[in-house]
Nanobody, 115 residues
Framework: QVQLVESGGGLVQPGGSLRLSCTASGTIFGIRTMGWYRQAPGKQRDLVAVIITGGSTNYADSVKGRFTISRDNAKNTVYLQMSSLKPEDTAVYYC?????????WGQGTQVTVSS
């Protein structure tokens, strides 16, 4: 069974940077997309960034130019490099994988942007 584990969250001041990592416990077959999502209390879980099998990426307008999603297939790891962080980026960030066999979610990691 595949499990996703996020790490790298924490408290950072506005304008700062943070790098999130998502590591799979095993090899994932039939991946369609992998991405990062975030959810603030009482709100929907929104897409932040997605990377497609071929390597192309898409970003939410709110993070475009500030966040970068990347992957290391050999390490079964997906990263989210976040820079120029804003208070509105505060949320729990989740790693998600959509495969031909279903979807997988990590437990989430808290990112708080505050002075």
């Amino acid at each position: 069974q595949v499990q996703l584990v996020e790490s790298g969250g924490g408290l950072v001041q506005p304008g700062g940077s943070l790098r999130l990592s998502c590591t799979a416990s095993g090899t994932i077959f039939g991946i369609r997309t992998m991405g990062w999502y975030r959810q603030a209390p009482g709100k929907q879980r929104d897409l932040v960034a997605v990377i497609i099998t071929g390597g192309s990426t898409n970003y939410a307008d709110s993070v475009k130019g500030r966040f970068t999603i990347s992957r290391d297939n050999a390490k079964n790891t997906v990263y989210l490099q976040m820079s120029s962080l804003k208070p509105e980026d505060t949320a729990v960030y989740y790693c998600g994988a959509n495969t031909i066999g279903g979807s997988y979610w990590g437990q989430g990691t808290q990112v708080t942007v505050s002075s």
